[in-house]
């Protein structure tokens, strides 16, 4: 038995010290309940009763950003295997003209956004003893959705519906001020968002880069002028929050977030183009295991691997980690799987 709460485990460890144990969560994209946020909130609160995690990631659908400035999607309709995007219907932007449409928003007006508030508070009331971390997604993550482009790297395929055909480096060769404009509008009202999200109960906040770091999509200098800035802006909404960023897939530059306001940073570790989890960083460390690993078949092989990533990486880290997936888990991950990896963490 342990006096550590859920909450101490995770303060002490985002502050750099010891816990009795490093604190551990799963999550998924629960792609079937994402419709209503009333339908969210049940399965969120469903899946943490029945695991039992450290703290709970709020998974709202990907899309309410873009809808929150007129955008609109077929939900019965996700076009492409895994990816939790439901095909687009309507883009806000589709010409660089329509930048400039792009405002600041009244969260406490915009249905959208209080949908999703309301989701932690229902959340937090089906989970009292756990704390909850809610999701921003960056403003150029919330450009790309506006105007129906991929906010990845690869162009193995487009957005979901989507008919525009130019990509973010389009827009800013079109009309560079025009992109800035729309980001500083975004930024600001995601700032407000974040504060809503804190008021309403969310204990912390994951701040989705995605792969916005992949060169395919960004140089650092590209970086640095049109994410890094509204980033902060948006990041400062959040203050009083225990916050970390997911910057995805290949390429993932975890040290570019080390003077980002932030406690902690979540990667792929254990892509061979990223910094292993032993990495000098100066922000806590989230992570633990792969994302794609937790998919795979539940063999003995495949569990005795996730034991031993978890294990190793609790050894390279002196457990001053937070364990969770590489990132979002499949909804086909076996309990078998899940199972290996909580006890790794937990042992």
């Given at each position: 038995m342990t006096d550590w709460t859920k909450l101490d485990r995770l303060k002490a460890v985002f502050a750099g010290e010891h816990a009795d144990r490093p604190p551990v969560s799963a999550y998924t994209h629960e792609i079937a309940a994402e419709r209503t946020g009333e339908d969210l909130a049940k399965a969120t609160v469903a899946y943490q009763r029945k695991w039992d995690w450290d703290w709970v990631k709020l998974n709202p659908r990907t899309v309410h950003y873009a809808e929150a400035w007129g955008n609109s999607y077929d939900y019965d309709n996700y076009p492409v295997p895994g990816l939790p995007i439901p095909a687009?219907?309507?883009?806000?932007?589709?010409?660089?003209?329509?930048?400039?449409?792009?405002?600041?928003?009244?969260?406490?007006?915009?249905?959208?956004?209080?949908?999703?508030?309301?989701?932690?508070?229902?959340?937090?009331?089906?989970?009292?003893?756990?704390?909850?971390?809610?999701?921003?997604?960056?403003?150029?993550?919330?450009?790309?959705?506006?105007?129906?482009?991929?906010?990845?790297?690869?162009?193995?395929?487009?957005?979901?519906?989507?008919?525009?055909?130019?990509?973010?480096?389009?827009?800013?060769?079109?009309?560079?001020?025009?992109?800035?404009?729309?980001?500083?509008?975004?930024?600001?009202?995601?700032?407000?968002?974040?504060?809503?999200?804190?008021?309403?109960?969310?204990?912390?906040?994951?701040?989705?880069?995605?792969?916005?770091?992949?060169?395919?999509?960004?140089?650092?200098?590209?970086?640095?002028?049109?994410?890094?800035?509204?980033?902060?802006?948006?990041?400062?909404?959040?203050?009083?929050?225990?916050?970390?960023?997911?910057?995805?897939?290949?390429?993932?530059?975890?040290?570019?977030?080390?003077?980002?306001?932030?406690?902690?940073?979540?990667?792929?570790?254990?892509?061979?183009?990223?910094?292993?989890?032993?990495?000098?960083?100066?922000?806590?460390?989230?992570?633990?295991?792969?994302?794609?690993?937790?998919a795979q078949e539940p063999d003995e092989q495949t569990l005795q691997n996730i034991r031993g990533q978890v294990t190793s990486a609790r050894e390279a880290t002196d457990d001053i980690l937070v364990v969770a997936p590489t990132c979002s888990v499949s909804s086909a991950a076996s309990d078998e799987a899940l199972s290996a990896y909580k006890q790794a963490a937990e042992e």
């Amino acid at each position: 038995m342990t006096d550590w709460t859920k909450l101490d485990r995770l303060k002490a460890v985002f502050a750099g010290e010891h816990a009795d144990r490093p604190p551990v969560s799963a999550y998924t994209h629960e792609i079937a309940a994402e419709r209503t946020g009333e339908d969210l909130a049940k399965a969120t609160v469903a899946y943490q009763r029945k695991w039992d995690w450290d703290w709970v990631k709020l998974n709202p659908r990907t899309v309410h950003y873009a809808e929150a400035w007129g955008n609109s999607y077929d939900y019965d309709n996700y076009p492409v295997p895994g990816l939790p995007i439901p095909a687009q219907s309507k883009a806000s932007v589709s010409d660089p003209k329509d930048l400039w449409n792009i405002n600041e928003l009244d969260v406490d007006s915009n249905p959208f956004i209080q949908e999703q508030i309301k989701v932690i508070r229902d959340v937090k009331a089906g989970a009292p003893d756990t704390p909850v971390f809610a999701t921003l997604y960056s403003p150029v993550n919330v450009l790309a959705k506006i105007a129906g482009i991929p906010s990845w790297g690869g162009t193995a395929f487009g957005v979901p519906g989507s008919a525009n055909t130019r990509t973010f480096a389009d827009y800013i060769n079109e009309d560079r001020a025009g992109v800035h404009h729309a980001l500083h509008a975004i930024a600001e009202t995601l700032a407000a968002y974040a504060e809503a999200q804190r008021k309403a109960g969310a204990d912390g906040l994951v701040f989705v880069i995605a792969t916005l770091t992949d060169p395919s999509f960004f140089s650092e200098a590209e970086f640095n002028e049109f994410s890094r800035a509204y980033d902060a802006v948006a990041l400062d909404g959040a203050s009083g929050s225990l916050r970390l960023v997911h910057t995805c897939g290949a390429s993932s530059h975890p040290e570019w977030f080390q003077s980002y306001p932030l406690e902690g940073i979540n990667w792929d570790h254990e892509d061979s183009s990223n910094s292993s989890i032993g990495a000098p960083l100066s922000k806590t460390k989230v992570g633990g295991v792969s994302h794609l690993l937790l998919a795979q078949e539940p063999d003995e092989q495949t569990l005795q691997n996730i034991r031993g990533q978890v294990t190793s990486a609790r050894e390279a880290t002196d457990d001053i980690l937070v364990v969770a997936p590489t990132c979002s888990v499949s909804s086909a991950a076996s309990d078998e799987a899940l199972s290996a990896y909580k006890q790794a963490a937990e042992e």
